[in-house]
Structure formats: structure tokens, C-alpha cells
């Protein structure tokens, strides 16, 4: 059983990741935004890309039966929604354009698929390298 993702999978994942991240950055590097709105949308993306992650590992651990306390889980839940909730509140307030607003909504939203994917593939690769050091 090879659970390894093809390269070009792999590839396309931490290309999504990085242009997520790195569209929203600049985004916000050359914005005219005060710099206590650029710490607060750079904060809310950071905080995104860690509760993905953190979601997709419990997600993944309950599918696959290895223990994972409720409060933890609805903890990754909750942070994962809550940093979505805290990127509409900020662009609905914002004194942006709206063109302006959907760049950041959809990079962050590549970015955190980026962080979901990168890290189910390196899951599986691990494991599927694992695997086939049994044989």
C-alpha cells in the first residue's frame, strides 16, 4: 500500500502555502495600513497557519484511532474558526478597497490549504516511508 502523495502533489502544496503566504505579506508590507493593522492581519495569518495545522494532526489522529483529548480537539476547532471569524471582523472594519479586501481573504484561505495539504503530505510521506522500511 503506498500512501506516499506524487511529487507534483507535494509540489503544488507548498506552492500554494508559499503564495498564499508570501502574497499576504507583501500585501501588507506595501499597504498603507497603520502599523499596529499590519501586526493584527500578519498576527491573524500566523495564528491561522498554526491552527490548520494543528486541526488537520487532530482530525487525522481521531480517523486513524490515536488518542486525542475533546479539549484539545475542540480547541484546534475553535482557534481554526476563530481566526477566519477575526479575518472578516478586520477587512469588514477595514479602510480598504474592496478588491483590496479579497486579496487578503484569499490569500489567507491559500495559504491555510497550503498548511493543511503540506502538512497531510508530510504525514503521509512519513508513514508511507515508514511502511516500506517494514518490508
Do not use: C
Request: glycine letters at 8%; proline letters at 2%.
Amino acid at each position: 500500500m503506498n500512501l506516499k502523495p506524487s511529487n507534483a502533489f507535494i509540489a503544488a502544496a507548498w506552492i500554494a502555502l508559499g503564495v498564499g503566504m508570501i502574497g499576504y505579506i507583501i500585501g501588507l508590507w506595501r499597504s498603507d495600513m497603520e502599523l499596529n493593522e499590519k501586526g493584527y492581519y500578519f498576527t491573524v495569518l500566523m495564528f491561522g497557519l498554526f491552527a490548520v495545522i494543528s486541526l488537520q494532526k487532530a482530525v487525522r489522529d481521531k480517523l486513524e484511532k490515536i488518542p486525542v483529548t475533546e479539549i484539545y480537539y475542540g480547541i484546534s476547532w475553535f482557534s481554526t474558526l476563530l481566526t477566519i471569524t477575526l479575518l472578516i471582523i478586520g477587512l469588514w472594519n477595514a479602510d480598504l478597497l474592496p478588491s483590496e479586501k479579497g486579496f487578503y481573504a484569499f490569500a489567507f484561505l491559500l495559504a491555510i490549504f497550503g498548511a493543511i495539504t503540506v502538512q497531510k503530505n508530510t504525514r503521509d510521506s512519513k508513514l508511507s516511508g515508514n511502511l516500506q522500511n517494514l518490508d
